[in-house]
């Protein structure tokens, strides 16, 4: 069975760079086909789909956010990183990491970690 784990500081200073890792065991993130995305939800909102890495490596991004996320991954470590840049108050959020078949049909989840942008 794949767990994922999230890790990272839960408070996170304006204009500064979040940065999240997602720690997966039970499988590996080179598997063919799989798509290991990053999601939050901030509060009272529902989910949103931040991109995702694919298990050959290529990394995609909601247009939303493409200029700000950059999602990467150190197979050494069986882990993959988020990171978003520039951050304001309005990327509060509980972020998950989840793994599927693509980035909209996520099958395994991580508990998910609260950020918080804050001064």
């Known amino acids: 069975q794949v767990q994922l784990q999230e890790s990272g500081p839960g408070l996170v200073k304006p204009s500064q760079t979040l940065s999240l890792t997602c720690t997966v065991s039970?499988?590996?993130?080179?598997?063919?086909?799989?798509?290991w995305n990053w999601i939050r939800r901030p509060p009272g909102k529902g989910l949103e789909w931040i991109g995702f890495i694919h298990s050959s490596g290529v990394a995609r991004y909601s247009a939303s956010l493409e200029s700000r996320a950059s999602i990467s991954r150190d197979t050494s470590k069986n882990q993959f990183t988020l990171q978003l840049s520039s951050v304001t108050p309005e990327d509060t959020a509980v972020y998950y990491c989840a793994r599927g078949p693509n980035n909209f049909l996520f099958i395994d989840w991580g508990q998910g970690t609260q950020v918080t942008v804050s001064s």
């Open positions: 039970g499988g590996s993130i080179t598997t063919k086909y799989y798509y």
